[in-house]
């Protein structure tokens, strides 16, 4: 019989079922692993056998299309500029191809596309419930997912309160962590570098900063914003070393803030960490690439991503995902150490 790829340069199912004699359906039911008891095993060896002569593999996008899925899971980030969610995406994605599923990445912060009046995120497809099947949204609030209708979401390291099943990172114990460190070195004037984002995450790592300090007999904290962006974070920083009584160490909510940190003091002639102790978050690369290395907080990125992944996974399944925090660790490097003039222990 000649060779069904030289009539029309991809071979078909249906010519698989005309060279192993078989119908249609049989083929079906053999390469979609459904044949036993349906067929015979002799007769489910000729078909893989024929197919993969031919070349032919299943035409996914129509089987899906018939299953009424895509096997498309949409990952909302609020920036590519952060390496935190590049470690996020490769968690979620090792999970959802381990089950046949693709992942697309959109960071509505950065590419800021039109969408429907009223919503913040837009959306990349015209018709989101037509084109995905869930949604793991990292560090953003349910209002900014309004356009995406009714499609299954999962919420990462968006708070206890997110409308959906939530993963989420134990963020306060990380600060609270870091100001109980510093505090044992001896500090007790404080400055915190915050990202200017209204998002549950930030808002628990300010509060607990804030708690920690006030605690503290002695603790003075002062604040100022930025985008997470090196040349912002430098002016937050700067900011609070002007001051007339300026901070002996900077809390950054973000490592990239603290090399901006970095830059602001040293802009200013301050040694790091002599004259000022710098402290991080999230401990991505950037951690150890700067000198000193950097004392941080470790999340464990890769781990919410393959969280978010499993709970969504079991969301369309039918499932009620638990929700719970994932531990944190703080990292103690070179760059914390007393201040110059450490106040009086009490």
């Given at each position: 019989?000649?060779?069904p790829?030289?009539?029309?340069?991809r071979?078909?199912?249906?010519d698989?079922?005309?060279?192993?004699?078989?119908?249609?359906?049989?083929?079906?039911?053999?390469l979609?692993?459904?044949?036993?008891g349906?067929?015979?095993?002799?007769?489910a060896r000729?078909?893989?056998?024929?197919?993969?002569?031919?070349?032919y593999?299943p035409?996914?996008?129509a089987?899906?299309?018939?299953?009424?899925?895509?096997?498309t899971?949409?990952?909302v980030?609020?920036?590519?500029?952060?390496?935190f969610?590049g470690?996020?995406?490769?968690?979620?994605?090792?999970?959802?191809?381990?089950?046949?599923?693709?992942?697309?990445?959109?960071?509505?912060?950065?590419?800021r596309?039109?969408?429907p009046?009223?919503n913040?995120?837009?959306?990349p497809?015209?018709?989101?419930?037509?084109?995905?099947d869930?949604?793991i949204?990292?560090?953003?609030?349910q209002?900014a997912?309004?356009?995406?209708?009714?499609?299954?979401?999962?919420?990462?390291?968006?708070?206890?309160?997110?409308?959906?099943p939530?993963?989420?990172f134990?963020?306060?114990?990380?600060?609270?962590?870091?100001?109980?460190?510093?505090?044992?070195?001896?500090?007790?004037?404080?400055?915190?570098?915050?990202?200017?984002?209204?998002?549950?995450t930030?808002?628990?790592?300010?509060?607990a900063?804030?708690?920690?300090?006030?605690?503290?007999?002695?603790?003075?904290?002062?604040?100022?914003?930025?985008?997470i962006?090196?040349?912002?974070?430098?002016?937050?920083?700067?900011?609070?070393?002007?001051?007339?009584?300026?901070?002996t160490?900077?809390?950054?909510?973000?490592?990239?803030?603290?090399?901006?940190?970095?830059?602001?003091?040293?802009a200013?002639?301050?040694?790091?960490?002599?004259?000022?102790?710098?402290?991080?978050?999230?401990?991505?690369q950037?951690?150890?690439?700067i000198?000193?290395e950097l004392?941080?907080?470790?999340?464990?990125?890769?781990e919410?991503?393959?969280?978010?992944?499993?709970?969504?996974?079991d969301?369309?399944?039918?499932?009620?995902?638990?929700?719970?925090?994932l531990p944190?660790e703080?990292?103690?490097?070179?760059?914390?150490?007393?201040?110059?003039?450490?106040?009086?222990?009490t």
């Open positions: 019989m000649s060779d790829r030289a009539r029309n340069g071979p078909t199912s249906r698989v079922a005309q060279d192993a004699g078989v119908s249609q359906s049989t083929v079906s039911l053999v979609g692993g459904k044949w036993h349906r067929v015979s095993p002799a007769t000729a078909v893989q056998e024929t197919a993969d002569r031919l070349g593999r035409n996914a996008a089987r899906n299309l018939r299953l009424g899925t895509t096997r899971v949409l990952l980030v609020p920036t590519l500029t952060a390496p969610f470690s996020v995406y490769i968690g979620a994605a090792r999970v959802a191809a381990r089950h046949g599923f693709g992942i697309v990445v959109y960071p509505p912060d950065d590419a596309p039109a969408g009046a009223g913040p995120a837009g959306s497809f015209a018709v989101p419930h037509e084109a995905i869930g949604i949204a990292s560090s953003m609030t209002q997912l309004s356009g995406f209708g009714g499609t299954p979401v999962v919420m990462l390291d968006s708070g206890p309160a997110a409308a959906a939530t993963v989420d134990a963020v306060e114990d990380g600060m609270r962590a870091v100001v109980a460190h510093l505090a044992a070195l001896g500090h007790r004037r404080f400055g915190h570098v915050a990202v200017d984002l209204d998002e549950w930030f808002q628990a790592r300010g509060e900063v804030a708690d920690a300090v006030a605690a503290l007999p002695g603790g003075v904290l002062d604040r100022a914003a930025g985008s962006d090196v040349t912002s974070a430098k002016e937050a920083a700067g900011r609070l070393l002007d001051r007339p009584v300026p901070p160490a900077l809390i950054c909510d973000d490592d990239l803030m603290a090399a901006g940190a970095y830059k602001a003091a040293r200013r002639g301050l040694d790091v960490p002599g004259d000022l102790s710098v402290t991080g978050f999230d401990d991505v950037v951690a150890v690439a000198e000193p004392t941080t907080v470790r999340l464990p990125a890769r919410l991503g393959e969280q978010g992944m499993s709970a969504l996974l969301l369309l399944e039918g499932g009620r995902p638990e929700t719970r925090p944190v703080l990292v103690v490097r070179a760059s914390t150490a007393p201040p110059s003039t450490a106040p009086p222990r």
